[in-house]
């Protein structure tokens, strides 16, 4: 049974940080690429960022490039989002996803697995 598992969500001040890790388990965790996506009160889910199965292929959407880096560890199955000089329409529920053999595409219906979410608050 394939499990994501996001944690490192919570409240935090604009300008702050927040790391949020997602550990995978019951797939074969390198061949997935790995993206998070979040989805905001009454919004559609928006991609946030994404990284290929081989981890050469990094993708951001625009509105977080250059304040969050995503970063995979293959040996902990686990990907992770580092969230720096946080905003207040950065609040959202965070998810991440995996895509067999994908290109970390910003698209979330090419995900084959979700995780069930971590919240994240940005107060101003």
């Known amino acids: 049974q394939v499990q994501l598992v996001e944690s490192g969500g919570g409240l935090v001040q604009a300008g702050g940080s927040l790391r949020l890790s997602c550990v995978a388990s019951g797939l074969t965790f390198s061949r997935y690429a790995m993206g998070w996506f979040r989805q905001a009160p009454e919004k559609d889910r928006e991609f946030v960022a994404g990284i290929s199965w081989r981890g050469g292929r990094i993708y951001y959407a625009d509105s977080v490039k250059g304040r969050f880096t995503i970063s995979r560890d293959n040996v902990k199955n686990t990907a992770y989002l580092q969230m720096n000089s946080l905003k207040p329409e950065d609040t959202a529920v965070y998810y991440c996803?995996?895509?067999?053999?994908?290109?970390?595409?910003?698209?979330?219906?090419?995900?084959?697995?979700w995780g069930q979410g971590t919240q994240v608050t940005v107060s101003s």
């Open positions: 996803a995996a895509d067999l053999y994908g290109f970390a595409v910003p698209t979330s219906h090419e995900y084959d697995h």
